[in-house]
């Protein structure tokens, strides 16, 4: 029984389908809008799927207020690693803000953005970035829509409090269980001499913020009005959880997408997922890269919207989508 088939249930005859049958209306108006929406170049990637040149902040202030239901991403942190001196670096591979960890085990391991380094005005500037961020997708949520923002434990509490600052309620943060090479290094220059010091902890650990957009009455009230307000669960008898043990990305999924910051689908598709409590409405990423949320929206059967301001991101998400979309589902 679906999630859907379950509220009809409860309503008096006719009800239930009357309100679904306006949400699926409505999200259909929007669609053929959005998708279509502005003059960027973009990618029909599917019947479900769009990804649009354009950068996060100006396509957000373009969108129509309370126009998309869910949003779900893993920002730049926060502009840094990705400004074009750090980025022809990464792409270079080597030097800037990426640091390039060593082989080992007969794996190269990815470029990791070497968040330590940032400066006084760095922050600022990320501070600022977040901020526009956090409005932007304020205005743009429908009441009730909820955000999930990938961060790390360095700087979430400075990107989280930006969307409270905004007027998002947090709803908690589901917190990914993936151990990396991140943290935990001895002195550089004196590991001999500190056999046993570490930096700082081996991190072992990812939080993503969940925020939602405030409404007026009850979750039963706007989910019908906008389906929106919860989480869609697992099952009638599971909900979702907010710890998801995924490793990293490896193997196929990384030949595939080749980028750098690329979340695994067995983990996204999970998160994509519970965005939508009703399985209505449209998902937007504002940061799709390699397009792996919506290739993860796409499997799940979701409408999604999806944006970046690197034209090689755009290319590579439009031939990766096809083989995201194949992987097999796996815990």
Not at 142 to 160: C, D, E, K, Q, R
Request: one cysteine or more; glycine letters at 10%.
């Amino acid at each position: 029984m679906t999630q859907a088939t379950a509220t009809r249930k409860t309503l008096r005859p006719g009800a239930a389908a009357n309100w679904l049958d306006q949400l699926r209306k409505a999200e259909e108006r929007s669609w053929q809008q959005l998708r279509e929406l502005g003059e960027p170049r973009r990618h029909h990637l599917s019947e479900r799927v769009t990804y649009i040149l354009d950068d996060a902040v100006h396509w957000l202030a373009e969108l129509p207020a309370a126009s998309i239901h869910a949003i779900v991403t893993d920002p730049p942190y926060g502009m840094l690693e990705y400004e074009d001196k750090d980025h022809d670096k990464l792409r270079a591979g080597r030097g800037g803000v990426w640091r390039i960890p060593p082989s080992f085990d007969g794996a190269t391991r990815r470029p990791l953005p070497r968040f330590t380094v940032m400066s006084s005005d760095d922050i600022v500037r990320l501070q600022g970035f977040f901020s526009a961020v956090a409005y932007g997708t304020l205005r743009a949520l429908v009441p009730g829509g909820h955000v999930f923002i990938a961060s790390n434990p360095l700087l979430s509490s400075m990107t989280f409090h930006a969307f409270q600052e905004a007027g998002f309620e947090k709803r908690g943060e589901i917190i990914r269980l993936v151990q990396t090479l991140r943290g935990g290094y001895k002195p550089k220059g004196a590991e001999a001499a500190f056999p046993e010091v570490s930096v700082m902890p081996r991190a072992c650990w990812e939080p993503w913020g969940l925020f939602r957009k405030p409404f007026e009455g009850t979750v039963a009230d706007n989910l019908k009005r906008w389906g929106t307000g919860g989480l869609r669960r697992v099952s009638a008898e599971e909900p979702f959880k907010d710890v998801i043990l995924c490793s990293p990305t490896r193997g196929r999924e990384k030949e595939i997408a080749p980028h750098p910051s690329l979340k695994p689908q067995r983990f996204l598709r999970q998160v994509v997922r519970a965005a939508l409590p009703l399985g209505i409405g449209i998902l937007y990423d504002p940061f799709a890269g390699s397009g792996s949320t919506l290739a993860a929206a796409e499997v799940v059967g979701y409408r999604a919207l999806g944006t970046d301001r690197d034209a090689e991101y755009l290319e590579l998400g439009r031939r990766a989508f096809a083989g995201l979309v194949a992987l097999p589902t796996a815990p």
